[in-house]
């Protein structure tokens, strides 16, 4: 038996486990220390109402002999299908055939197992700073990644140039982790690039609900011609606070292909051999988040979590810091003070502010001399946060 020995070429720990036990090592020994997560993107309010009155309707039904559902389909159940249609046409403004879509257990694992579709000699480009999730299971699959920086000079909204030729090209907008999102003319441009090169763009969509401006578009599906070069990843996780309950769906259109192949037949073809799909309670909540009732239920908790963003950016603007994200994101990209190094600085926020973020360089080489910070966070502690912050900042 040989081993993967890719997995030997992946730093040891995966980012937001290291923090994890970080936190854990600090408060094991200042067990009375207050302190206020504003690092993993993780929600803190609860389901929407809908949602949750939908998820204990379809659990009666499991526990009826007339209503009981045995597997579900592997890539969805009609009615979560249409609802998610009806998304894209009603929220979006664009047209989204269900059979498109395939419902999954969440955005994280569909950007890993959509490799499984693509050959291991393909070349990845990966914008850095990003989500670790790209890069870890290309490095596992041993293929040959290729970086395009985001840094302060492009607005962390890197463009392609001649030497970012690549097989597979991921776009993550807006931007986990710098907030930034993309136009829509300079997706267009990728759009075309990708197209040129024989490419196919894998869009993290996974914080769409987060876009304010009319010109950044909530779907790589609005740009002309992303039909025939890219797939789509989209969360409930994000939109409708379904971290810990599991539910994400793909797009891939069926105009996609590859040397005559369908990438939707082969994704199809993967899902139904290794999953079972979602479960029934879960999908009905789903499609209940995007009912009209729940649609207004999870705007107006997205609406909560745009407090905390906006409250940080005045701090941060009174204190004089650089931050970009924010407006589009629930994310803020914060650079540290005084050229201070990520790791550094998440030091001094846990000692001294007994706050948590996410060091930027634990999203690549890039984020080094920045830090995130999540507004995914209750309206209080995010105040109190950002008042122990304003204490310890001037005094660095
Ligand atoms: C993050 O904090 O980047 C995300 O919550 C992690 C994830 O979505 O897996």
């Known amino acids: 038996m040989k081993i993967n020995k890719n997995y030997l070429n992946l730093k040891p720990s995966y980012l937001f486990k290291t923090i994890g036990e970080r936190c854990a090592d600090y408060k094991a020994k200042n067990p009375d220390a207050d302190i206020i997560s504003m690092g993993i993107g993780d929600v803190t309010l609860p389901l929407c109402r809908t949602a949750a009155d939908a998820m204990v309707a379809a659990a009666k039904e499991m526990g009826n002999i007339d209503t009981f559902h045995g597997y579900p389909s592997s890539y969805g159940e009609d009615f979560l299908l249409s609802a998610i249609s009806a998304h894209y046409k009603n929220h979006i403004g664009i047209d989204v055939k269900t059979s498109d879509i395939v419902v999954t257990c969440g955005a994280k694992e569909d950007v890993a197992n959509i490799l499984d579709i693509f050959d291991e000699d393909n070349t990845v480009l990966i914008p850095d700073p990003v989500y670790p999730v790209y890069l870890d299971t290309n490095i596992m699959a041993g293929r040959k990644i290729k970086f395009i920086s ?136 789903a499609a209940a988040a995007f009912s009209e009732q729940g649609y207004a239920e999870i705007c107006s908790n997205i609406d909560y979590y745009r407090k905390n963003t906006a409250n940080m950016m005045a701090t941060f603007d009174e204190l004089g810091l650089t931050y970009y994200g924010g407006c589009n994101s629930p994310y803020i990209w914060l650079k540290c003070p005084k050229g201070m190094k990520s790791w550094d600085f998440f030091d001094v926020m846990l000692e001294r502010c007994n706050v948590i973020g996410t060091p930027g360089s634990g999203f690549g080489e890039m984020g080094e001399g920045f830090f995130r910070l999540s507004g995914f966070g209750d309206n209080d502690r995010c105040s109190a946060a950002l008042e122990r912050i304003k204490k310890v900042i001037p005094t660095l």
């Open 150 to 285: 985001a840094n302060e000079e492009n607005k962390n909204l890197p463009m392609p140039g001649e030497n970012d030729a690549a097989d597979i090209i991921y776009i993550c907008s807006p931007n986990n982790p710098t907030g930034a999102a993309y136009t829509r003319s300079q997706l267009k441009t990728w759009v075309d690039f990708a197209t040129e090169n024989n490419a196919v763009i894998l869009y993290d969509a996974a914080y769409e609900m987060f876009i304010t401006d009319p010109d950044c578009p909530r779907s790589i599906f609005e740009i002309d011609g992303a039909e025939k070069c890219a797939i789509e990843f989209c969360s409930f996780s994000k939109t409708a606070g379904f971290t810990g309950v599991r539910c994400g769906y793909t797009v891939v259109p069926s105009e996609l292909t590859f040397d005559g192949v369908s990438l939707l037949d082969l994704w199809k073809r993967r899902q139904s051999t290794k999953s079972n799909g979602v479960s029934y309670v879960v999908q009905r909540a």
